[in-house]
């Protein structure tokens, strides 16, 4: 089985920073990476798939890039609004495997 | 817009077995080339993908679940169901239905949840 590691698993930074999460699949799972966004109480919601593509109506300030084992999803500018916990997902071969997660907050 | 609606019981008393149903609305289940999953969340930690069945019927199962999960389609109904076995304190969860999007595979439209309290 593929596992899914991340890091930080927390972290914290001021509006305006600049900040990166990092997964990695222990196997190489080419691009098929997701990260989600769940902010507290809330629903889990669709950032980014295939490693880098935006999905619609996410701010242009998230991205994502990576392929094979190590992936990073930036945030160019912290704002507020980010704070929550985001996972990566791995969705090769019908095996949806999710990160452990890292909980983002405000300094 | 398609919507997803969990229901079913919110406690389920142990070793007995969790039945939850995903209803979907605004769309077939029948529709080709999506993934129609369950997902879980126990309080304050992650998630955790259960399993996922193609529209054409065939299943996909975590692991570390398969030997306790099924996963079924109703498409009369335009509904999933998942059912998950021999229930412990350690299933108690948020549990969540998702379906993948029309270009990939993550999912990309969830149900509001449904929280199950294993409890005697």
């Known amino acids: 089985d593929i596992q899914m590691t991340q890091s930080p698993s927390s972290l914290s930074a001021s509006v305006g920073d600049r900040v990166t999460i990092t997964c990695r699949a222990s196997?190489?799972?080419?691009?098929?990476l997701a990260w989600y966004q769940q902010k507290p109480g809330k629903v889990p919601k669709l950032l980014i798939y295939?490693?880098?593509t935006l999905q619609s109506g996410v701010p242009s300030r998230f991205s994502g890039s990576g392929s094979g084992t190590d992936f990073t999803l930036t945030i160019s500018s912290l704002q507020p609004e980010d704070v929550a916990t985001y996972y990566c997902q791995k969705y090769n071969s019908a095996l949806f495997t999710f990160g452990p997660g890292t909980k983002v907050d405000i300094k | 817009q398609l919507q997803l609606q969990e229901s079913g019981p919110g406690l389920v008393k142990p070793s007995e077995t969790l039945s939850l149903t995903c209803t979907v609305s605004?769309?077939?289940?029948?529709?080709?080339?999506?993934?129609w999953g369950w997902i879980r969340q126990p309080p304050g930690k992650g998630l955790e993908w259960i399993g996922s069945i193609y529209y054409s019927g065939s299943t996909y199962y975590n692991p570390s679940l398969k030997s306790r999960v099924t996963i079924s389609v109703d498409t009369s109904k335009n509904q999933f169901s998942l059912k998950l076995s021999s229930v412990t304190a350690a299933d108690t969860a948020v549990y969540y239905c998702?379906?993948?999007?029309?270009?990939?595979?993550?999912?990309?439209?969830w149900g509001q949840g449904t929280m199950v309290t294993v409890s005697s």
């Open positions: 998702a379906r993948s999007g029309e270009q990939h595979d993550a999912f990309d439209i």
């Open positions: 196997q190489g799972i080419s691009n098929y």
């Open positions: 605004g769309g077939s289940i029948s529709s080709s080339s999506y993934y």
């Open positions: 295939a490693a880098s």
